[in-house]
Structure formats: structure tokens, C-alpha cells
């Protein structure tokens, strides 16, 4: 009798767990229904450019009602010690002057709660509850080409400040895919060559602006004049041109050459410009510096122009940057910037530029809030970061030519912060095209792997760069053909 | 209870789904592990499973993932030219770090096994680097080995030898990360072998003493046969934890010549730099198979090496 009843009345394991998965099962299909619909939009065809996003992104769409409180979130990428100082004031004068809006943000450099700044975002994204307005260090046109980003004509379209064309070309092109915008770039950022006046000075050579040589030979030789060798040893290096992999686009271009072709979607890497250029580079190491890579990257830090690298020791003559090195950089001897040097096949000097970019995320809930505080910090809001903080030229066409950094004032006086707010401004428009293609950071990652082989002598550069430019070239196919 | 339920009139049995002592007791373990049972089916099995689904489609997070068959399978055996250099320097890494770790590991528990003044204080500096999160622990070895003001080098050139570029230089950089995980590792295997040197009865060490065995007779013979299952078990996740490798390769980047990109930082770069979730996942379903395979190999071949003292030779 006991066992009947046992048989009858008791749960075995199996169902029991049967039972349990089931539960489980459908407490997760109905935790992820809702944000499966949040999703729905983006998954469906996310790269059409003729397809309007299907949130409601139309700039005719009211923002909500006056004196409705609308609070919206905002993730930035970067920090610094002047973020926590100035960001809360910037953000209060757009709160002032929308009084509806109210922003949250946390300058911490990555996400709310931790982790990594990108990863986070993407599962945010993809999980439809994304912070309304992002800022990134990495293109919008590679996120946008992926679906991640609203795009934002319509609402430039009918903008009081970012209007369409308000923006420097090259800077607001590294924000496009295939001719829909999806960010905007707050800074331009032009990139220079700095000097040591006092290196140059003791070594006899002018170190005014309009001497310094305009072309690669002239530059290389200057470099030779003003590095120092001892018992086979490099003391001083008078310049080390490869070490920016931001300034690559640029390298390029100063040649005639091109790595990415935005307008036919297409990799050029492998072409005698920019084998020259990584030919150029290597009779530095060779002819300069003893020719054992490993070697002279024992010597110092080199690249840019921060405390504790090549060039802010005095081990390194010259070296490159961008406008917010003149602020950031802390240099602490009398230095000049000049312009890139042409290469052989090149026309006229250009620079690059590298953006802090804003963006709309892909399921924002409330867009036209989030639209208009991504204009304001792209263009009012960055003049106020220009003049009250870092020296990172706004990429906005109608900021005040005459405004200039107060800090470098400070340090350099007046004229000197006018001459140099001036140089880079004028050097602007020469921007190259970059930040443009949908598999930039894959194909950074490439050149640079190209590039340290060259400097291994592992391969020749004509061998790297074809072995780069079929890499690139077929994962950006791969890459295209999954947007179909 | 049987007996009074059986003895109880059928007018008087109560209503509704009735459960035996047994069942209930069933049900009250099935409740406590529940929470348990429910992070491994949602945050273990359904990522796995996941996982298993878009190794074999084209998945970029943000789009639906569009089936494609075997092809990531084919692009990393055939077409990736960094996968197999991240193979390379894996294994490169697991050959060296899993026996230095474990030699290493079992040294300090020997020596830390003496009856000597301030042990705890010894067993205590030796386990602390553990604690250290990977991180920390990364970076702080990143000054020390710092070429130019790192004072390993400083340590190298005192004693009249080479400075060496160690993260810095295709050569050294596999050896350079080796050794930060011999530091950060070492103590905790250090600890499991220190607690299985405790449990070695002195009865048999004193009977090889008395029967003429020398010190190193002794530990090869008594002391090692004894620890083996704790090697083996050692042995394991010394095997997984250096396959899967991250932190500090994710930190230091992938040095000269791609020298220190492993498996985990590759994998890791197309799964959320480049956003290939369905490549990602197809490298981590093959890692899996490897952590599995070589689990098993070494569990099949414990039968020749681990004595259990219970039940002799298993």
C-alpha cells in the first residue's frame, strides 16, 4: 500500500527537472521579450542607407512637453582630471538653457557599474536600453555601418547649431556610411609636428615655423643633424616618424597615397606611395638609429609628446601630436609646431585629425533630448571646452576663429595662444580623409602588424603591405556582405 | 507513518496532491539548490549553448545572426593568419607555465612544510601574490620589467649581464609573462600541495627512515606517490587556467611580432573589437574541445601515476 501510494504521489527527479528547466525556460523568454522587441528595429535590414532608422528620429517629432522633466544619460569614454572639473559646468549650462532636459552622466571613463567602455555599450545596444547620447574614440561610421547608431540627417537637417555642412569635412565624413550620418565630431584635434627649440638652437638650426623643411629628404636630414650617437649608442633621437598609428592616413596622403577608399569601399594599401612611405620610414632606423628596432625601442618611449615619453626627456628632437598636446603634453622646455613634411609623390602638406565623437545609440527612448545635448557638446558646449580646458580644436565651422585655449594664455601668453589657436585652424581644411571605414580598428591592428614587421625586417614593405591589403580586403568583403 | 496513514479510515484521508516524506525531502534539496540550478542554466549552460549555436553563423551582437555552416571553422584553420600564431603561442606558454608552475608550487610547499620559526609569516608572504588581482599584478610586473627603469633589468646589469627588452622583445615577451604567472599562480597551488603535505602520515616516512631510505628516496617514494592525486588535480587547472590565459596578455597587448597574442586576446579582439561574435564563439567552442580533450587525457592517464593511498593503484 505505501508503495502505491509512493508511486502515485511522489515527483521523480526527471520530472522535477523537467519541471524546473520548463520554469526556467520561460522565466527567460519572458524576461527577454520585452527588449527582443526594443530590438526589432535595428535587426532588420540595419545598413540600408535609404532605409530611415525605424525609431522615431524625425526632427519634426516634439521634444517633450515644456516643463516636462526629461532626464537622459550620457556616457563618455574618456577622463581626465579636467573632465570632472569642467563637464559638470558644461552640462550645467546646457541644463540652464534646456530646462527640461536633465542629464546624467558619470565621468568615470567607461560605463556605469564598470567594464569595458565598448563591450558594455554593444550588449547595451543590443539589449535595447542604450544611454541616450555616448561619446567614442573609435568612428561612428564604424558603428554606424554595424547598425549600432541612429542616424542623424533629419535631425541635423533641421538643427539650430549642427546644421548639415557646419562641421569640417573631413572630421563630419569620419561620421558617415554610405551617406547617412551617425555622430558628430565634437573636436578635430589637427595633428602637428612639435619641436625642441632649444635642441634646434644648439645645434645651429633655425627653429622658426617657416624654416622648418618641407619635405621628407629635408626633414630626414634634419633629424640626422640633431641625433646623437655615442659609442654606438643613441643618446638623442632627432626624429621618429612611425610611431603614431593614428597619423598612418596621413604618412600616407603626404605621399599621395590613400589606405581606405571611403567613396569605392575599398582597401589601397599596396601601392608604391605607401610602400615608399614605409621605405622612408625604415632608412630612419637604418641610416639614424643603428638598424636593430628592438634595440632603439630600449632607449625611450617614443611617440607622442606626454611626460615621461622620448620627447618631453629631451631624447628626442621632434616628434608628433595633436592640438591638445600643446595643453596635455605639460611640455616643460620652449617648443613650435610645424607642418607635416611632403613626401616625393605628394602635393602639399596635410594633417589629421582624431575626434572626441558623439552619438545617438541605436533604441534611444527619447532622441530629440538626446539629439540636442549631442549638439550643444559638439559645438557651444566644446567652444567652452576649448577655451576653459584642453587645447582640442572644435571640429565646428562656427566656432569663434579668434576664441583660444585660456591655459596656454597663461603659460604662453596671449600671442602665443592666438598664433597657435591660428595654426592649426588654418591647417584644418587640409585634412585627409580617415576614420572612414566599417572595419577601421581591424585594419589599424593590420597596418600596425605590417608595420612591425617591416621594422623586424621580418618582411619587406611591399611584402607586408600586400599581405595587409589582402587581409583587409577580404575581411571589409566579408564585413560588407554580412550587411546585406 | 506508514503504518497510521494505512491505518486511518479512507473518509479521512486528506484531500489534494499528497507527498511521502521522502518526495518532500526530494523537494526541500531540489529548493535549496535551485538558485544554483538557475545561475548554471542561465549564466553557464544557456551562454554555452548559445555559444555552441553561433559558431556556426555569422553573428555581429547587433544584427540577428545569420547561419553559415562550418565557414568561421574554415576561416580560422585556413584563412586567419593570426590564429594559428595564437595557437602557437598558447601552447608555447602551457608547455613552460604549467610545469614551472607546478614544480614551482611544489618547491615552496616543501620548504614551506619545515618546522621552522615565523613559518606562518613565510607561507603568508608566499601565498599574498595570489590575492593580487590580475591586473594589479600585471601592471605592477610591466614597471618591474620595464626595460630602461625596471628593476629586474637593474637586478641584470648589477651582476654584470645583458639588459633585456622582456615585453618590449619578440624573444623574451612569451618568457616575460611566464614568469608574472609563476608569481601570481605558484601560491595557490603552493597551498593545496601544503595541505596535502599535512595529511602524509609521519608513521611512513619514519618507516622508510628506519628501513635506510635516503631524504630524496623518501620524497620520491613516499612523499610524491602520496601527493599524486593532489598533482593531478593540480595538474588540471594549472591546464585550464593557463589555456585560457587573458589578463595579462590583455593588458600587455600582443607584443612584438604578435610574440604574446594568445588564444583568449584573440578571440576576445573579434568578439568585441571587431565584432565577429560568430568567429568568437566558433574559437572558443574549439578551446573547449582542446580543455576537454586534454582533461580527459590527462584523467585517462592518471590510472598509471596517482596512487590513492585507500585503494592502491586506481
Known amino acids: 500500500m505505501s508503495e502505491r501510494r509512493e508511486s502515485v504521489s511522489s515527483v521523480s527527479r526527471r520530472d522535477f527537472l523537467r519541471a524546473a528547466g520548463m520554469a526556467g525556460g520561460a522565466a527567460l523568454l519572458a524576461a527577454c521579450a520585452p527588449q527582443a522587441t526594443q530590438v526589432a528595429a535595428p535587426t532588420t535590414e540595419p545598413n540600408k542607407a535609404d532605409q530611415p532608422a525605424a525609431e522615431p528620429t524625425k526632427a519634426d517629432q516634439p521634444a517633450a512637453p515644456s516643463g516636462e522633466q526629461v532626464t537622459i544619460a550620457w556616457w563618455n569614454q574618456f577622463v581626465t582630471p579636467l573632465c570632472n572639473e569642467l563637464f559638470p559646468k558644461i552640462v550645467a549650462d546646457f541644463e540652464a538653457k534646456h530646462p527640461n532636459i536633465k542629464v546624467e552622466f558619470e565621468l568615470t571613463g567607461g560605463p556605469p557599474g564598470g567594464g569595458d567602455y565598448i563591450e558594455v555599450l554593444m550588449a547595451r545596444i543590443a539589449a535595447g536600453n542604450p544611454p541616450e547620447s555616448i561619446t567614442l574614440w573609435s568612428p561612428p561610421s564604424q558603428f554606424g555601418a554595424r547598425g549600432a547608431l541612429l542616424a542623424i540627417d533629419d535631425l541635423m537637417a533641421s538643427a539650430e547649431l549642427a546644421k548639415t555642412g557646419s562641421f569640417y569635412e573631413s572630421p563630419i565624413k569620419s561620421c558617415m556610411w554610405k551617406g547617412k550620418t551617425y555622430g558628430l565630431p565634437a573636436s578635430a584635434g589637427d595633428g602637428c609636428i612639435m619641436i625642441n627649440k632649444g635642441m634646434f638652437e644648439a645645434a645651429g638650426i633655425s627653429s622658426k615655423r617657416e624654416d622648418f623643411p618641407t619635405t621628407w629628404e629635408g626633414v630626414k636630414e634634419l633629424a640626422q643633424k640633431l641625433t646623437q650617437v655615442e659609442n654606438n649608442e643613441v643618446k638623442v633621437a632627432g626624429f621618429v616618424p612611425w610611431t603614431q598609428a593614428w597619423l598612418k592616413d596621413v604618412w600616407s596622403g603626404l605621399n599621395g597615397g590613400q589606405l581606405f577608399d571611403a567613396d569605392e569601399v575599398k582597401y589601397t594599401i599596396n601601392t608604391d606611395n605607401n610602400v615608399e612611405l614605409l621605405e622612408y620610414w625604415l632608412s630612419y632606423l637604418d641610416d639614424l638609429y643603428g638598424g636593430d628596432y628592438e634595440k632603439f625601442n630600449l632607449i625611450a618611449t617614443w611617440g607622442d609628446v606626454y611626460p615621461g615619453g622620448a620627447f618631453n626627456l629631451g631624447v628626442e628632437a621632434m616628434d608628433m601630436t595633436g592640438t591638445w598636446g600643446c595643453t596635455d603634453g605639460e611640455v616643460p622646455f620652449d617648443w613650435e609646431v610645424v607642418k607635416f613634411p611632403v613626401g616625393p609623390k605628394g602635393t602639399k602638406s596635410l594633417t589629421g585629425f582624431w575626434p572626441n565623437w558623439w552619438a545617438l545609440p541605436k533604441g534611444v527612448t527619447k532622441p530629440n533630448e538626446a539629439w540636442l545635448f549631442s549638439e550643444y557638446m559638439c559645438t557651444e558646449g566644446w567652444v567652452t571646452w576649448y577655451v576653459e580646458g584642453t587645447m582640442d580644436i572644435p571640429a565646428w565651422k562656427n566656432a569663434p576663429r579668434d576664441a583660444y585655449t585660456k591655459l596656454v594664455e597663461k603659460k604662453y601668453g596671449t600671442e602665443r595662444a592666438k598664433d597657435l589657436n591660428k595654426f592649426f585652424l588654418d591647417y584644418l581644411p587640409d585634412t585627409v580623409e580617415m576614420w572612414t571605414s566599417p572595419i577601421e580598428d581591424f585594419a589599424t591592428d593590420t597596418y600596425n602588424q605590417a608595420l612591425d614587421e617591416v621594422m623586424h625586417k621580418v618582411k619587406s614593405p611591399a611584402e607586408a603591405l600586400a599581405s595587409a591589403q589582402e587581409i583587409c580586403e577580404a575581411k571589409l568583403q566579408e564585413t560588407l556582405k554580412s550587411f546585406e | ?314
Not at chain 2, 8 to 26: D, V, Y
Not at chain 2, 156 to 178: D, M, Q
Not at chain 2, 254 to 259: F, K, R, T
Open chain 2, 1 to 314: 507513518m506508514t503504518a497510521s496513514l494505512q491505518a486511518r479510515p479512507a473518509g479521512l484521508k486528506k484531500p489534494g496532491f499528497q507527498m511521502t516524506r521522502r518526495t518532500r525531502e526530494s523537494l526541500t534539496g531540489y529548493l535549496f539548490v535551485m538558485p544554483w540550478i538557475i545561475s548554471l542554466l542561465v549564466f553557464t549552460a544557456y551562454p554555452m549553448l548559445s555559444s555552441f549555436f553561433f559558431s556556426m553563423t555569422e553573428y555581429t551582437i547587433l544584427t540577428p545572426p545569420n547561419w553559415i555552416g562550418f565557414q568561421n571553422f574554415d576561416v580560422m584553420f585556413s584563412k586567419d593568419p593570426l590564429y594559428w600564431k595564437s595557437v602557437a603561442n598558447t601552447v608555447y606558454y602551457v608547455v613552460l607555465s604549467v610545469p614551472l608552475g607546478l614544480g614551482v608550487g611544489l618547491g615552496l610547499a616543501l620548504l614551506l612544510n619545515q618546522k621552522i620559526g615565523g613559518i606562518g609569516i613565510y607561507r603568508t608572504a608566499f601565498y599574498l601574490p595570489g590575492l593580487v588581482p590580475a591586473v594589479a599584478s600585471t601592471l605592477l610586473w610591466m614597471v618591474l620589467l620595464d626595460p630602461r627603469l625596471g628593476l629586474v633589468n637593474a637586478g641584470l646589469k648589477a651582476i654584470g649581464l645583458e639588459p633585456v627588452g622582456w615585453l618590449k622583445s619578440a624573444t623574451w615577451a612569451k618568457p616575460a609573462l611566464i614568469v608574472m604567472a609563476l608569481w601570481g599562480g605558484s601560491g595557490s597551488s603552493m597551498l593545496i600541495f601544503l595541505a596535502a603535505l599535512k595529511e602524509i602520515p609521519q608513521s611512513l616516512t619514519e618507516a622508510a627512515m628506519i628501513d635506510g631510505a635516503n631524504s630524496w628516496q623518501r620524497f620520491w617514494s613516499v612523499t610524491v606517490p602520496l601527493l599524486s592525486p593532489t598533482i593531478l588535480f593540480n595538474l588540471v587547472m594549472s591546464i585550464i587556467g593557463s589555456f585560457q590565459i587573458f589578463a595579462s596578455a590583455f593588458i600587455t597587448g600582443a607584443g612584438p611580432l604578435n610574440s604574446i597574442l594568445m588564444y583568449m586576446l584573440h578571440l576576445y579582439r573579434y568578439a568585441f573589437r571587431y565584432f565577429n561574435m560568430g568567429y568568437a564563439s566558433a574559437m572558443a567552442l574549439v578551446m573547449f574541445f582542446v580543455l576537454v580533450l586534454f582533461t580527459l587525457l590527462v584523467i585517462r592517464s592518471s590510472s598509471y601515476w596517482v596512487h590513492y593511498e585507500t585503494s592502491g593503484r586506481q
